[in-house]
């Protein structure tokens, strides 16, 4: 059952072809002094303005209560399931374009 929601916007832009730009944003979750908590995480990109490049969002990565953080790295991953995380971070890589991406939290 959905309990709350938390979204943010990520912004990038890069204005020639063959220039990356990249934007990361963490999303903690909102209970504080508990061991993680079960969530969703989404993204998707909402707005994209290019005429030569490209955008691609992703669920970057989620870090867990004890361990190293679990890490992708294919732009094919826009949503992720953990039982119990800490943290999120969502990733926005533009070239050659202009894009927002919206990122959401949801706390099962």
């Known amino acids: 059952m959905l ?5 943010a916007w990520l912004y990038c832009f890069s204005s ?10 963490t999303l903690f979750v ?9 969530i969703l995480a989404t993204i998707s990109l909402s707005y994209l303005f290019t005429d030569r490049g490209g955008a691609g969002a992703m669920v970057k ?3 867990p ?3 190293t953080p679990f890490e992708h790295k294919d ?10 995380a800490i943290a ?9 374009a202009e894009a927002y991406a919206q990122a ?5």
């Open 65 to 67: 209560p004890f361990g």
């Open 30 to 38: 909102d209970r504080a002094g508990s061991n993680g908590r079960e």
């Open 75 to 84: 732009f094919a991953v826009n949503s992720l399931w953990a039982p119990d």
């Open 16 to 25: 020639t072809p063959g220039t990356h730009h990249k934007t990361y944003f």
């Open 88 to 96: 999120v971070t969502y990733f926005l890589s533009v070239n050659g």
């Open 3 to 7: 309990q709350n929601l938390d979204t």
């Open 104 to 108: 959401n939290l949801f706390y099962l």
């Open 61 to 63: 990565s989620y870090t």
